[in-house]
């Protein structure tokens, strides 16, 4: 990820879970990202080196409340450290059984981002957006 070019951009917005959501939030800083969109974030586990991170102020985690990989205290500790949103479901750490609230929730994200071109394509995605 970091040996991308991404100056052509005017917003990085990053996406990820369990560990995906960890390297993310690591990376957000050193990539310049305007926001973050974490699912089930492994943060303060053993192993992970990183324990201090610096999110973008438009970041959201959601997390399950029946998550046996990342204790959902981890979630916590993480949003009142650095204020950010939490968004707490009766899950396990895939989260599978939320798939269109989250799907909802990502929508209602990418639409906050003050972004002219960004708000096109989350509207085309909230005008398509099917499942079955």
């Known amino acids: 990820m970091l040996s991308l070019d991404l100056s052509g951009y005017d917003k990085i917005v990053l996406v990820g879970s ?6 993310a939030t690591v990376t957000a800083a050193m990539l ?3 926001d973050l969109f974490l699912l ?3 943060f303060y ?9 610096s999110p973008p102020e438009h970041t959201l985690v959601i997390h399950g409340w029946q998550d046996d990989i990342v204790p ?6 993480f949003c009142q450290q ?4 939490l968004k707490m479901l009766d899950a396990d750490h895939r989260l599978t059984s939320h798939l269109m609230e989250l799907t909802d929730e990502f929508k209602r994200f990418l639409v906050t981002i003050p972004d002219e071109q960004l708000m096109a394509s989350a509207n085309a995605i909230m005008r398509n957006a099917k499942f079955r």
């Open 32 to 34: 310049g990202a305007s």
């Open 45 to 53: 586990l053993p192993g992970y080196q990183c324990t201090q991170f």
């Open 72 to 77: 959902p205290e981890n979630a916590w500790r």
């Open 82 to 85: 650095y204020r950010c949103q």
């Open 40 to 42: 089930a974030p492994a």
């Open 18 to 23: 369990s560990m995906g959501a960890y390297v």
